[in-house]
């Protein structure tokens, strides 16, 4: 289930991609070996016997030193690492079982976990989350100024200009950047992180079983400021969600040194096995022995051009994992038992729903799944067609970079103008529709005699919006449709925070054979209108982000 891994390239670094009593300190002694703890009053200090040393504060649970090669590497702002802005006063305990040592962390209902191996450079962690009651929804890694040069357009870097709210901000040249824009899905990456002088610092994410946002999310991953820089793993994040926050254990997650190279595939999500944890005791904690698997054969129906994922999901853990490209074939491993609803995925649009159970140590195989064609909007014939069903705005423009900037940026293409259909259409028409920007876009075509004699249904595809945005059509200034009801989108910024990812819905509008011209010499208008009595002004009024637009045979 892990994404691909991008590696690091000189001084600039991409993203890759049985339970203890409850608040009981944990005993143990001291130990004079490299591989040991002890107590400085203030923290519990860990020395991992190979080349880093960290320290967990006693009274509030925060990393308050990673010391790498004798290098401080904690810190910016003045601030430890920690869950969220900082749990405060908790209960902390350390105890050492064989190479392993444990801290505990209790803060009302949530625990959390910093575990060290004996000659590793990596801190394990794991958070339980287990209701409301505490805002635990992210570990930051709090990394020291000039640690680490970076300047990627994912990166979140201060610059002079706030142009929204105070997390969006605008370089001298006209390029923005925002802690928001994460560029990759999760699905897409393993780790994140830094390499600089020999020396890399990266998080390697957990399986985000217990996340929300299924595969495709993007969501905080790293930032730098003036002040330093912070590494992600998100435990739940509610900009743009479309699912509610679930509870449990999430991890391991990592944060793994290395000598300037990647982090050890072996502790990718999928990949990382941690049976040395199963006696351990921590919270929530579901061993291998503990959790099934999800096999397919295959998937027949599927268009070749796309990828397909295969993902599981209930109220209580999601899963995903990539379906072969020749066959279909898909392998889920590690799901907690349950009942989930499994959906095939083309690109990122729901093309198949069913239901699986899972049980501990058993393996649900699947037969071959057949997706029917009327499940593919893509399968539907049509006169023409701007883009194609997805899930996606890819193609049209200004697509790819609205994942990583605003839609301010200097780099983007203009916002307005119409399109001709013929040749280039999807590449000129916009992403994003907004009622205070380019609300209005006419999209000229032509249609034979027997075309225009006919009524025809038009699509217009989505995949999310923002202030309840949703199209209005008129043709040929002669019919123009109802307003369609707003479907159930995110109520969070999503446009300007670079993600495209909603609930992809289909707008469908009933054209009658009056609407057309019965000259084929002359072209059709159809104008699309952004309606919405919500929102605000300029990128912040009601807006859509479109999947495909087509008008059917």
Not at 283 to 307: D, E, L, Q
Request: proline residues 4%; glycine residues 12%; aromatic residues 10%.
């Amino acid at each position: 289930m892990s994404g691909s891994a991008h590696r690091p390239v000189g001084r600039r670094t991409f993203v890759l991609g049985a339970t203890a009593a409850a608040g009981a300190a944990l005993t143990g002694t001291a130990h004079a070996a490299a591989f040991g703890w002890s107590d400085d009053g203030s923290n519990y200090v860990v020395d991992t016997g190979a080349q880093l040393v960290f320290k967990v504060s006693k009274s509030t649970g925060d990393l308050t030193s990673l010391v790498y090669r004798g290098t401080e590497y904690q810190g910016y702002g003045g601030m430890n690492s920690h869950i969220e802005s900082g749990l405060g006063a908790s209960t902390v305990g350390i105890r050492q079982s064989g190479s392993t040592i444990l801290v505990s962390v209790t803060h009302g209902t949530l625990k959390h976990y910093y575990a060290a191996r004996g000659g590793e450079n990596n801190v394990y962690l794991w958070t339980n989350k287990a209701d409301a009651s505490v805002s635990a929804t992210r570990y930051i890694v709090r990394v020291k100024k000039g640690a680490f040069l970076n300047d990627e357009p994912d990166s979140y870097t201060y610059a002079p200009t706030t142009i929204e709210a105070s997390d969006v901000f605008r370089k001298p040249d006209g390029q923005t950047r925002s802690k928001h824009y994460a560029r990759r899905r999760v699905m897409d990456y393993d780790y994140v992180g830094w390499s600089s002088g020999g020396v890399g610092l990266w998080v390697v994410r957990s399986n985000h079983e217990k996340a929300s946002g299924g595969p495709f999310y993007r969501s905080l991953l790293r930032h730098q400021s003036a002040d330093g820089g912070g590494l992600y793993e998100i435990l739940y994040y509610g900009q743009n969600q479309t699912e509610d926050q679930r509870f449990g254990l999430q991890g391991p997650y990592v944060i793994a040194f290395t000598d300037g190279g990647a982090p050890s595939s072996a502790l990718f999500p999928g990949t990382l096995t941690t049976p040395w944890a199963d006696g351990l005791g921590i919270s929530g904690y579901v061993p291998a022995s503990g959790r099934g698997k999800v096999a397919g054969v295959g998937i027949s129906g599927r268009n070749s051009a796309y990828p397909y994922t295969v993902g599981l999901a209930n109220a209580a853990a999601q899963y995903w994992a990539s379906a072969r490209s020749s066959d279909g074939y898909f392998s889920i491993p590690g799901v907690l038992p349950g009942t989930y609803t499994l959906t095939v995925f083309k690109g990122e649009l729901a093309v198949y729903t069913t239901s699986v159970s899972v049980t501990a140590g058993g393996t649900t195989t699947l037969n071959t799944i057949a997706v029917p064609a009327s499940n593919d909007p893509s399968k539907a014939g049509a006169i023409w067609r701007i883009g194609d069903w997805d899930g996606t705005p890819g193609g049209f423009k200004n697509a790819e970079l609205m994942t990583y900037a605003h839609p301010s940026d200097a780099r983007a293409a203009s916002w307005t103008g119409n399109v001709v259909v013929g040749g280039g259409e999807t590449a000129a028409f916009p992403c994003y529709l907004w009622k205070d920007v380019n609300s209005g876009i006419l999209v000229y075509f032509k249609l034979t005699a027997a075309q225009a004699a006919a009524a025809h249904t038009l699509r217009i595809g989505v995949t999310t919006a923002y202030a309840n945005g949703r199209p209005q059509v008129t043709v040929n200034d002669s019919w123009t449709s109802a307003i369609p009801s707003p479907p159930t989108q995110p109520n969070t910024r999503s446009l300007t925070n670079g993600s495209y990812r909603g609930n992809n819905h289909t707008f469908t509008y009933s054209v009658p054979a009056s609407a057309w011209k019965t000259d084929a010499s002359q072209y059709n208008v159809l104008r699309i209108d952004v309606v919405s009595g919500s929102g605000t002004t300029g990128y912040l009024s009601a807006g859509t982000a479109i999947d495909a637009i087509d008008l059917l045979a």
